[in-house]
């Protein structure tokens, strides 16, 4: 059975930075796709970023590209979600996910992904 724990969320500061991991356990890592994915409070879950088995390729929502940077390594069976330069609108509970198979097709839906962390809040403070 895969286990995920998510970790790194904080309270932190405009235009300040966090990173965030995804710890995998269970199945091998490399088996999959990780996304992250955020809800805010009232409203609906929304596609952060994502990355590919290797790494290879990534994928960012409009919203969090050119301050965000998603990585893995594979050796520990761990993702990151690095963040610069916050702003409120980013607080939200970040969840990574898990998605099987060989496809890179459509990976910022939600909806492909089949396992699931807790989650991790980052508040950002204004």
């Known amino acids: 059975q895969v286990q995920i724990h998510e970790s790194g969320g904080e309270l932190v500061r405009t235009g300040g930075s966090t990173t965030l991991s995804c710890v995998v356990s269970?199945?091998?890592?490399?088996?999959?796709?990780v996304g992250w994915f955020r809800q805010a409070t009232g409203k609906e879950r929304e596609f952060v970023a994502t990355?590919?088995?290797?790494?290879?390729?990534?994928r960012y929502s409009e919203s969090v590209k050119g301050r965000t940077t998603i990585s893995r390594n594979n050796a520990i069976s761990t993702a990151y979600l690095e963040m610069k330069n916050l702003e409120p609108e980013d607080t939200a509970v970040y969840f990574c996910?898990?998605?099987?198979?060989?496809?890179?097709?459509?990976?910022?839906?939600?909806?492909?992904?089949?396992?699931w962390g807790q989650g991790t809040q980052v508040t950002v403070s204004s």
């Open positions: 990355i590919s088995w290797s790494g290879s390729m990534t």
């Open positions: 269970g199945r091998p890592f490399n088996d999959y796709i």
């Open positions: 996910a898990l998605r099987g198979g060989t496809s890179w097709a459509n990976p910022q839906q939600a909806q492909t992904y089949e396992h």
